[in-house]
């Protein structure tokens, strides 16, 4: 055995067993339990079930991470999430305010947030400064009550969106801003006939975990997330609950299969555009971006 | 022949209707334009026959689009809010497009752009992004050249009269293969921030001048500044018995503590190398680049994020913050610092953003005369003791209107009608007099912005000078903004929270710099994709000449000050 040789053993030997202990601490990582939290905010999650979780559920089953998932008061979830390890909470709406405090999966949804009153009130409403003259309902550690409170106006809180249109349903005031998914839920169970005005803002919701959950599995994630995205596994799961609610908001933004794009008359999937200059983005370094992309969520 | 008669007078009665239909449409739009013009779009550059023909444009190229809503989103300044509030609502009535202008915070604007690229999830039809992620645009190959654009697939719905050349910052959105991606919408700087009236106070003067051996005015070096500062918090101590302090910063652990080093803190103490827009080979971030290729931060691969300069900057950050601020500074994030000196005990702020001016020129407020005018001025930013002539001085950045090509054709033709509208010669001079972030010359050279001036504390004379080329967005230089940028909030708070030294702190935020640019590396295929250095011992790169440069002697020369008008005349 000549010199150049053995140099070469010793280095197969060297990246064997840097590759051994690679795949022995992700297994590892792979083996912990992550409890997810989660609380009540139907259709999204409702007794356990709901969009939200099936899309975890699936998130989850495409990584083998082993996960329990547990409900409890919004708050609760949150904070717990802050102070445990191995403990994330979802489907929370991602901020500036709330960035440095977890690491990020996400977004598992995009939702919107609009406005809303009473069908039968003849209200005017074009742009967000027209509300300004009104008091407005909204849940009580809701983004949403960050946001209006942020532009400084007038808003009355209550625990649930629930609560907040029989208020509006009592007249107690005559605007109430929610999620326009959980506006339409509450509607149809309540009977209440409600009017959308204006779309305030769209919110991703994330997974967020612990700032000290290990990188590797953040990225694990959002990869299978991204992947989740462009195979159109979201779309499909949303899909299934198109039938049984109005979650027209939340389907506009997620695309079906990237192979087969939908000529959307939103800024829905990828449509035209990407007919069209398909040669840019044809570019090579599509497996390099899905690589990226986990590292992106981690760090960005 | 009944029948083909009865024919005859339906087509009669048909044409009959559609020109009345037309006419009336046309007359009550035509109506429409001319009550926006006269009651909204006041002043402007244009006279209100050129301002009628823009809008009637608009009106004829929109006519595809009626009916259709576009969705945008920006962050939250009050030139953006003016747009969702107003200028929206006029593109609705004029053009028949419904928008949908939402406002956020910066920070989400990012997260937003950078999951629709990424994700290829389509939220929005065009975004207001910050031109200091043409680095990562110009490479994602995501992103429609609107130069191409207005050539080719959007020739019949570009402004004719949108005028490119009048726009101040449109190199800020333009990458190096000479393709604007970014049309600028507003913009700002970051200057220095000072009490003129204080600064003109025999007393104060007197004392200064006997404590420091030079005139108190405005500082044009560090030195000075620092001086200056000491001065307000420990040797003036208060004003009309109120505590009175020589700086205002912030230091919360928040996103926010990143733009305060990311938006050209390094520039301003001289870390980088000679040349504009961010310098040559190393830009104010500390990364070098070779050719266009990113090849490292820290100093061992070329970079300075770890160079005496950078650690300089850091430790005179964190100094002035834990010595002269308020205490409370150290806990508060860039949205709860921003209001602070408008209250009246502030001296001077080096890192203020003029995107802040509405909020400070307020009547009511202590830091306003009775009259309306200013106490206060904003100046050219001092510089720190690596500075040298040449090189950039402070931060200005662009919010611009960013298109991807995901977006479907159709939409993103109704989406650049919205945004050449914000931004058309018709609505930016009463733009810029709402919301102070002017975007065209034109506009900042009206006689209308001349009599407005003396309310404005020096901004209009900031634009009319030569000193303004000095001030840049983030460069080509960083390869991806949204995957970069976070290294800053995570290092630099553990300098005030942890006790970390600013070297170490340095250390830690180069080497996550190269890190990053490593795994960047791996993308081969994106046009000038980083390709790392090897790693030397840092003498070799801080003995080349330029950046990285080496540690000085003295971190502290003898503080320079000038008269106001002096202070812009000396970048010239």
Redesign the interface.
């Known amino acids: 055995m000549n010199k150049g040789s053995v140099k070469m053993n010793k280095f197969v030997i060297i990246i064997m067993g840097m590759l051994i202990i690679n795949l022995l601490s992700i297994n590892k990582l792979l083996a912990q339990t992550y409890t997810l939290n989660t609380f009540e905010a139907p259709p999204y999650v409702e007794n356990n079930k709901g969009l939200a979780i099936d899309i975890i559920k699936e998130l989850f089953k495409k990584t083998h991470i082993k996960y329990q998932i547990k409900v409890m008061p919004q708050k609760r979830s949150i904070t717990t999430a802050q102070k445990k390890l191995q403990t994330a909470v979802f489907p929370i709406q991602?901020?500036?305010?709330r960035?440095?405090q977890f690491k990020w999966v996400?977004?598992i949804l995009?939702t919107q947030t609009g406005l809303f009153s009473l069908a039968e009130d003849n209200l005017h409403i074009?742009?967000?400064?027209d509300a300004f003259a009104y008091e407005i309902l909204v849940a009580r550690g809701s983004a949403q009550e960050d946001y209006l409170k942020?532009f400084g106006l007038n808003v009355s809180t209550a625990n649930y969106d629930y609560q907040n249109i029989k208020k509006l349903k009592a007249k107690r005031a005559r605007l109430w801003t929610a999620d326009t998914i959980i506006a339409s839920y509450y509607a149809n169970k309540t009977n209440i006939d409600i009017k959308k005005h204006?779309?305030?803002?769209?919110t991703?919701r994330a997974l967020a975990f612990h700032v000290d959950t290990p990188d590797k599995v953040i990225v694990e994630l959002n990869n299978a997330?991204?992947q989740m995205?462009?195979d159109g596994s979201i779309r499909k799961i949303l899909d299934k609950y198109s039938k049984k609610f109005n979650i027209e908001d939340a389907i506009k933004?997620?695309?079906v299969a990237?192979a087969a794009p939908v000529?959307?008359?939103?800024?829905?999937?990828?449509?035209?555009?990407?007919k069209?200059?398909k040669k840019?983005?044809a570019?090579?370094?599509k497996s390099?971006?899905a690589?990226?992309?986990g590292?992106?969520?981690l760090?960005? | 022949m009944n029948c083909l008669h009865k024919q005859s007078t339906f087509l009669k009665l048909f044409i009959l209707c559609s020109f009345l239909f037309f006419t009336t449409h046309t007359f009550a739009n035509n109506t429409v334009i001319k009550t926006w013009i006269d009651t909204e779009f006041q002043p402007s550059t244009l006279t209100k026959n050129q301002q009628l023909n823009e809008m009637l444009w608009f009106k004829k190229a929109a006519f595809p689009f009626i009916g259709?809503?576009i969705?945008v989103?920006s962050e939250?300044i009050h030139t953006h809010?003016y747009e969702?509030?107003?200028l929206?609502?006029a593109f609705?009535e004029i053009t028949g497009i419904n928008i949908?202008?939402?406002?956020?915070?910066e920070?989400?604007v990012?997260?937003?752009i950078?999951?629709h690229i990424?994700?290829?999830?389509?939220?929005?039809?065009m975004y207001i992004n910050d031109s200091d992620l043409i680095g990562t645009h110009f490479r994602s190959?995501?992103v429609?050249a609107l130069s191409d654009f207005m050539k080719g697939?959007g020739k019949e719905v570009t402004l004719p009269t949108l005028d490119l050349k009048d726009f101040m910052g449109l190199s800020f959105g333009t990458g190096p293969d000479n393709k604007l991606y970014q049309l600028p919408d507003q913009q700002f700087a970051n200057l220095y921030w000072y009490r003129a009236d204080w600064f003109s106070r025999k007393d104060f003067k007197n004392k200064f001048r006997k404590i420091y051996g030079y005139e108190l005015n405005v500082p044009v070096n560090w030195s000075a500044y620092e001086d200056i500062a000491e001065f307000f918090t420990f040797h003036i101590k208060e004003i009309d018995g109120k505590k009175v302090y020589g700086h205002m910063d912030y230091g919360k652990?928040?996103?926010?503590i990143g733009w305060r080093f990311s938006d050209a803190w390094l520039s301003m103490a001289g870390v980088g190398d000679m040349g504009l827009p961010n310098g040559l080979p190393v830009d104010e971030w500390g990364i070098r680049v070779q050719d266009c290729r990113p090849v490292g931060a820290s100093v061992s691969r070329g970079g300075a994020a770890n160079s005496p300069a950078a650690v300089y900057a850091l430790s005179k950050f964190d100094k002035w913050l834990k010595k002269y601020a308020p205490p409370e500074a150290l806990k508060m994030n860039f949205s709860q610092a921003g209001s602070v000196a408008a209250q009246g005990n502030i001296a001077q702020q080096i890192f203020w953003y003029t995107a802040f001016t509405t909020s400070m020129i307020q009547k009511g407020l202590p830091v306003v005369n009775k009259d309306g005018t200013p106490k206060w001025r904003m100046a050219p930013s001092p510089h720190g003791a690596y500075w040298e002539k040449g090189m950039k001085l402070g931060y200005q950045d662009a919010g611009s209107w960013t298109m991807?090509?995901?977006?479907?054709?159709?939409?993103?033709k109704a989406a650049w009608l919205y945004a050449q509208f914000v931004v058309s010669k018709t609505v930016s001079l009463k733009k810029t007099i709402v919301g102070l972030t002017p975007i065209r010359i034109s506009d900042i050279n009206s006689e209308d912005m001349t009599k407005l001036a003396p309310k404005l504390g020096g901004l209009v004379e900031f634009y009319r000078s030569k000193a303004r080329l000095l001030w840049t967005p983030t460069g080509t230089n960083v390869p991806?903004y949204?995957?970069l940028?976070?290294?800053w909030?995570k290092t630099v708070p553990k300098v005030i929270e942890e006790g970390l030294s600013a070297k170490e702190a340095m250390d830690e935020l180069a080497l996550y710099l190269d890190n990053?640019l490593f795994?960047?590396s791996?993308?081969?295929?994106?046009k000038c994709a980083p390709l790392l250095n090897k790693k030397r011992h840092p003498r070799y790169w801080l003995q080349q000449k330029g950046s990285p440069k080496p540690k000085l002697k003295n971190e502290k020369p003898k503080g320079i000050t000038v008269e106001y008008k002096e202070s812009l005349k000396i970048y010239e």
């Not at chain 2, 990424?118 to 039809?125: A, G």
């Not at chain 2, 652990?253 to 926010?256: E, G, L, N, T, Y």
């Not at chain 2, 791996?522 to 994106?526: A, E, I, V």
Request: charged fraction near 35%; glycine fraction near 6%; proline fraction near 6%.
């Open positions: 991602r901020s500036q305010e960035e440095v996400g977004p995009v074009e742009v967000f400064k942020g204006i779309t305030l803002i769209t991703l997330l991204t995205y462009k933004a997620a695309p990237a000529a959307a008359a939103a800024p829905a999937a990828a449509g035209e555009g990407k069209e200059e840019d983005e570019a090579a370094g390099e971006e690589a990226m992309e590292l992106s969520s760090f960005g | 259709m809503e969705r989103v939250r809010w969702a509030s107003v929206a609502k609705r949908i202008h939402e406002i956020t915070g920070d989400d990012i997260k937003k950078d999951t990424k994700k290829d999830i389509n939220l929005y039809d190959g995501k429609v697939v652990k928040d996103p926010s991807l090509k995901s977006v479907p054709l159709k939409r993103r991806n949204p995957l940028s976070p290294a909030w990053r795994e960047l791996k993308m081969n295929s994106q």
